[in-house]
């Protein structure tokens, strides 16, 4: 897109989002590398099949310097309120930073304004972390940690303030995706560690194992495959890497039935869920009748937990399915009045998913996003709702997937939101907005799908705001293939349009008859001879 003032706003001290956030014992990427990155800048030389999370973050910053893109980005602004105007159909924003020049030890921040035509807001759905709601948390003595606020050392990793936890008793809260990653890579590191578990939750066989077994020639059963110098020098390949990543996606992009009730597909997973955990567990078989759901496999996000299972098992861990009463100066005391004494606290407990966000949006009328949003949020597609113009969203309510690629969604809904601003450009509109009825059919469309899948059986999930029953407001209704054929050529006939300049004739921006360049004698003015243009067709064979 040409001609126009660009802004990224950043909360964060860099990039990375996610990524940059959350620096735990053990993050990495639940999905293979290979599948978690752009369609437009491969990385070949990844160092495992899950990638760690420095790896992830340090290839976003290669991305932000090779295409120049820290011109653009202003660090550690975070949005704290936005007013659409109806009148000039602009954002009004005001942010939070901090004062330039101001010493570390005494930060002062101060609010600035700025306006755009256009919104984007990427900040997506984990993003917002929270502590338990237990009592007496902030009683405890000993040290107190978030999984998504975890103190790094000066290298800025995780690696260092674990260093003196040898002779430490720690106890983790949570078993969702952060605790199955941190449970393992600290186990070894630990006194003892107790891990108090109040649901229960699928642990995945490695995905794709038998793909890469096939592929890899790597043994099927093993967790998270390190990829070897001959592997990462046949990945340079450009041939072989190809048919490895569109292989590797393809069956990424093959298991979506699983999430629908009653097919086959699922019921075979079950039974392969059943089996890996009954194997990984085999020394401790109790912990797998407390920790193997009675819902669906997909019901909730699915990770793969490579070594998890296996910790549960070591001598220094005990696994406590006990619900917790209270936490005290001292440790965590449980229901049936047994108490341990900790020495470190860490809650993997998850973050806010009700996208009731920690900033004021305020739309046409005076009305808010979290009104709007209530009893649960309503958009179009996904991308945007009714009565905010001009805002559009990336991962927003459902808008993620409980099985195929995501990045790629992410890209189609940036591609979706510069279709859509480029046309106010290019048509001299004012403002862009979904009509009410085609929020209300999408919304309409999302209660009947879920009906016919597993999401909605009982099972406490952040799809459904961290709740085991209610609406799914965290899922697209159908698959990652399914949200990219729908994004890829937007239904402008859903929209209502504001003009520019008041003019109501809808060909004004058709301007004098003449396009810039040849009234002004500039640019190419044969550009539609351009390889890029041309639409060649095919010419059939002879039979």
Known sequence: MKNLEFTIYDKNAGVGGTWFSNRYPGVACDLPSHCYQTTFEENTQWSSFYAPGSEIRAEIERIVDKYKLMRYIKLEHELVHARYDEGSGKWHLRLRRRVPGSAPADEQYEVIEDTADFVLSGVGSLSRWRWPDIEGLRAFKGKLVHSAAWELDEAGSWQGSVADWKDKRVGVIGVGSSSIQIVPTIQPLVKHLYHYVRGQTWLAPPFQSDFLSEFMNRDPAAGNYIFTEADRQAFKDPAFYKKFRHSLEAEANSIHFITIKGTESQKAAQEAFKTHMRTRLAKEPWITDRLMPDFSVTCKRLTPGPGFLEALCEDNVDFVPTHIKRITETGIELVDGTHHDLDVIVCATGYDTTFQYPFTVVGRGGKTLLERYKPHPETYLSLCSD?????????????????????????????????????????????????????????????????????????????????????????????????????????????????????????????????????????????????????????????
């Open 387 to 543: 009565g905010f113009p001009n805002w559009f969203m990336s991962f927003g309510p459902n808008s993620v997937f409980g099985t195929g690629t995501l990045i790629i969604v992410m890209e189609r809904q940036i591609d979706y939101a510069v279709e859509a601003a480029k046309k106010l450009q290019r048509e001299h509109l004012k403002s862009i907005e979904p009509k009410k009825e085609a929020v209300a059919d999408f919304d309409e469309y999302l209660e009947h799908y879920f009906r016919t899948t597993v999401f909605n059986e009982p099972c406490r999930s952040w799809y459904k705001a961290g709740k085991a029953d209610g609406r799914i407001i965290g899922l697209w209704p159908g698959s990652s293939l399914h949200a990219m054929r729908t994004l890829k050529h937007p239904r402008w006939e859903d929209y209502n349009f504001e003009p520019l300049d008041g003019i109501q004739n809808r060909f004004h921006w058709l301007g004098d008859g003449s396009t810039h360049n040849e009234k002004h004698m500039t640019g190419d003015r044969a550009w539609y001879l351009n390889p890029e243009e041309v639409d060649i067709p095919p010419v059939p064979e002879e039979k």
